[in-house]
């Protein structure tokens, strides 16, 4: 490695370091001590009656549908069950405002976790002395903590997925009851759904904030072997 090259790389692994400092000390416990705050006192996680999402999905007959293709099928099939499907395409609303709060609330929350858990994981990562023989303790503590913060970025990562799903699951219901309007079943499902994505979304919430308190109490208790691994009087203690 050149010396130029040398010199630009420390220049980024301070800088890196500095911010991963900040993140640690100051950033990290803020973060606890603020989601901690808001889960007790905002309302958007404290929903007492979960009938509010309760919403009612009133399909409405289809405005491009071609009333003489409609007239045809329904001569077609004026003998058949009455539990018949009815064009009914036309439906604009969405899941729940308040969900759709928690869920713009969370998307943030993860952003910022991910942020912060990588800078922190990078650093930890390039602090990891060259490979020796002996005196490795420090090193498996790091290689820890760098296991713990990726969990908590890929428990982040999940949690998107998880928003994707449920969007796709209540879509799919959305369409059963346009087309079914008179099978009450899937309105029920919907509303089961859309409770139970509000209770895992406040879940969600507190364990992020369970993650922050869990990766601040583990680097603060190893944080001098976080900082240096290994220690110059290591093997002068075994004597």
Same mark, same amino acid.
């Given at each position: 490695m050149s010396? *130029?090259i040398?010199?630009k790389? &420390?220049?980024? &692994?301070d800088?890196?370091a500095?911010?991963? *400092?900040?993140i640690? @000390?100051? #950033?990290?416990p803020?973060k606890i001590f603020?989601l901690?705050? !808001?889960? =007790?006192t905002?309302?958007?996680?404290?929903?007492?009656d979960?009938?509010? !999402?309760h919403q009612p999905i %009133?399909p409405k007959?289809?405005?491009t549908?071609?009333?003489n293709?409609k +007239? =045809?099928?329904? @001569?077609? &099939?004026?003998?058949?069950?009455?539990?018949?499907p009815i064009v009914y /395409?036309?439906? /604009? #609303?969405?899941?729940?405002p308040?969900?759709f *709060?928690?869920i713009?609330?969370l998307k943030?929350e993860? #952003?910022?976790? %991910?942020s912060l858990? &990588?800078t922190?994981?990078?650093?930890?990562?390039?602090?990891?002395?060259?490979i020796?023989?002996?005196?490795?303790?420090g090193?498996s503590?790091?290689? $820890?903590? %760098?296991?713990?913060?990726?969990?908590a #970025?890929?428990?982040?990562?999940?949690?998107l997925d998880?928003?994707?799903k449920?969007?796709?699951?209540?879509a799919k219901?959305? /369409?059963k009851v346009?087309?079914?309007?008179? %099978?009450k079943?899937?309105?029920l499902?919907i509303?089961e759904l859309?409770? =139970?994505e509000y /209770?895992?979304? +406040?879940?969600?919430?507190i364990?992020? +904030?369970?993650n922050y308190?869990?990766l601040?109490d583990?680097i603060?208790k190893?944080?001098?072997r976080? $900082?240096?691994p +290994?220690?110059?009087?290591a093997?002068?203690?075994l004597y």
């Open positions: 010396l *130029k040398k010199k790389f &420390n220049a980024f &692994n800088t890196l500095t911010k991963a *400092k900040k640690i @000390e100051e #950033e990290m803020e603020t901690n705050d !808001f889960l =007790k905002s309302d958007l996680f404290n929903v007492q979960l009938s509010i !999402f %009133v007959p289809d405005s549908f071609n009333t293709k +007239r =045809k099928l329904d @001569e077609e &099939n004026e003998n058949k069950s009455e539990s018949k /395409t036309d439906h /604009t #609303e969405s899941c729940h308040h969900l *709060k928690c713009d609330f943030n993860i #952003e910022e976790v %991910v858990c &990588n922190v994981k990078i650093y930890i990562q390039l602090n990891i002395p060259k020796e023989d002996g005196n490795n303790f090193v503590i790091q290689e $820890e903590v %760098v296991k713990e913060l990726s969990s #970025e890929d428990s982040a990562f999940a949690v998880s928003i994707s449920y969007y796709m699951q209540r219901l959305v /369409t346009m087309k079914y309007p008179n %099978v079943d899937y309105q499902c509303w859309d409770e =139970k /209770t895992w979304l +406040r879940l969600t919430a364990d992020i +904030r369970n308190a869990m601040y583990m603060q190893n944080y001098d976080i $900082e240096k +290994r220690q110059e009087n093997h002068a203690a």
